[in-house]
């Protein structure tokens, strides 16, 4: 079987279940919600229409608003295209398909590579649902509070489209996972854990202990900030957020994570024999 035949195999698996479009109703949902609630808070902060000395808490300029609200895409919905590249993986594991998958494409290499560019698709589909779930409603509310949306500043669109890059390297980071860790619920168990706790707490601790952020800058989370350019964890930890990675280093560096997993992947678990 080619290349082109594997990928599209493995596109059809994607969309003919069920998967994937409840995945992405809950990012569309979660994400909506998140940047309504966010972009009408902060944007009333910065307006005024709220008195900043009546909430115990920061308020953001309001020119650092609209790439702060945007960037919830990756910084909160990450996890939604790690999960569908883990999962395209495992459910292969878990429901025995992968022995007619490796009979109809004999060559584990390309098998792999077609998983690569499925996730790849399915990590743009995912980038795009995200941005216009941030992107509509947010730039609707700030808007409303009179503040510049930002959508006619090149800057911008260059933030959106690295947002979709980083989109698609979380799915490949997710395929090589799913591709080194076989059994489906310790692969989701570890990505939930380690996105949700393990990163976050490292992330938290970095911001109040010398020595720590030189460390956390290069966690994956991290990269992704850096790759986006904007992030609402960076934005609220601090005036001074300059002290990170340039984009192009994050990008870098997450494209790396997806290639050591995808190597590691190969190398111990998709080689070997399946039953």
Known sequence: ?????????????????????????VLVAYLGATAAGLAAT????????????????????ADLLPPVIYSLATAMGYVFPLLLGTLLVTNEFRHKTLTPTFLATPRRGAALVGKVVAGAVMGILFGA????ATVGPGAGLLAAFDIDTRLGDSDTWA??????IAFVLWSLIGVGVGTLVRNQVAAVVGVLA??????????????FVDGVSDVAEYLPGAASDALVGASIYTSLAGPDTSGGLPWWAGGLLLLG???????????????????
Request: hydrophobic letters at 60%; proline letters at 3%.
């Open 257 to 275: 994570y997806a290639v050591a997993l995808l190597v590691l992947g190969w190398l111990f678990s998709w080689r070997r024999d399946v039953t």
């Open 159 to 164: 933030m959106l489209g690295r947002m979709l």
């Open 194 to 207: 380690f996105t949700q706790f393990v990163e976050p707490i490292l992330r938290t601790v970095a911001a």
């Open 129 to 132: 649902l995200a941005i216009v």
């Open 1 to 25: 079987m080619s290349l082109a035949r594997a990928s599209r195999s493995e596109l059809t698996k994607q969309f003919t279940t069920s998967m994937w479009w409840i995945l992405a109703i």
């Open 42 to 61: 902060f944007g009333a902060l910065a307006s005024g229409a709220i008195d900043q000395g009546a909430v115990n808490g920061p308020a953001l300029p």
